[in-house]
């Protein structure tokens, strides 16, 4: 289960951040979960709540925000939403696309008192 080692890896972002601006108390974690990032939503939601446990950032509200697959294509130049990873550009069928968005898996933003 790689979603314990992501929360493991936010948790440490997140206590290193607080610890750096002597927060008491973490409040909210928005994280950017790209759609082609393979992580399970309510796996990652049940090992970040577990590890935080008598930290500062426990019974915090771990906020997803996922950003869909997109790709740029190189032929015709639209960028477009990538469906059912068909890695086909849908104005010219062209494969010669570029990936945009949709890799994200990152702390967007946290906030703390």
Same mark, same amino acid.
């Given at each position: /289960? +790689?979603? /314990?080692?992501?929360? &493991?890896?936010?948790?440490?972002?997140?206590?290193?951040?607080?610890?750096?601006?002597?927060?008491? %108390?973490? =409040? %909210?974690?928005?994280?950017?979960?790209?759609?082609?990032?393979?992580? #399970?939503?309510?796996?990652?939601?049940?090992?970040?709540?577990?590890?935080?446990? %008598? =930290?500062?950032?426990?019974?915090?509200?771990?906020?997803? +925000?996922?950003?869909?697959? /997109?790709? +740029?294509?190189?032929?015709?130049?639209?960028? =477009?939403?990538?469906?059912?990873?068909?890695?086909?550009?849908? +104005?010219?069928?062209?494969?010669?696309?570029?990936?945009?968005?949709?890799? &994200?898996?990152?702390? #967007?933003?946290? #906030?703390? #008192?």
């Amino acid at each position: /289960m +790689h979603e /314990m080692a992501i929360a &493991e890896g936010i948790l440490d972002i997140v206590l290193d951040y607080a610890a750096r601006n002597q927060a008491t %108390k973490v =409040t %909210k974690i928005q994280l950017l979960l790209g759609e082609m990032s393979g992580v #399970e939503t309510d796996a990652l939601q049940f090992c970040f709540e577990a590890l935080s446990k %008598k =930290t500062l950032a426990e019974g915090t509200n771990l906020t997803l +925000h996922r950003v869909p697959l /997109m790709g +740029h294509c190189k032929d015709c130049d639209a960028t =477009t939403q990538i469906e059912r990873y068909r890695f086909l550009c849908p +104005h010219c069928d062209s494969a010669n696309l570029e990936i945009v968005s949709g890799r &994200e898996l990152q702390v #967007e933003f946290l #906030e703390v #008192e």
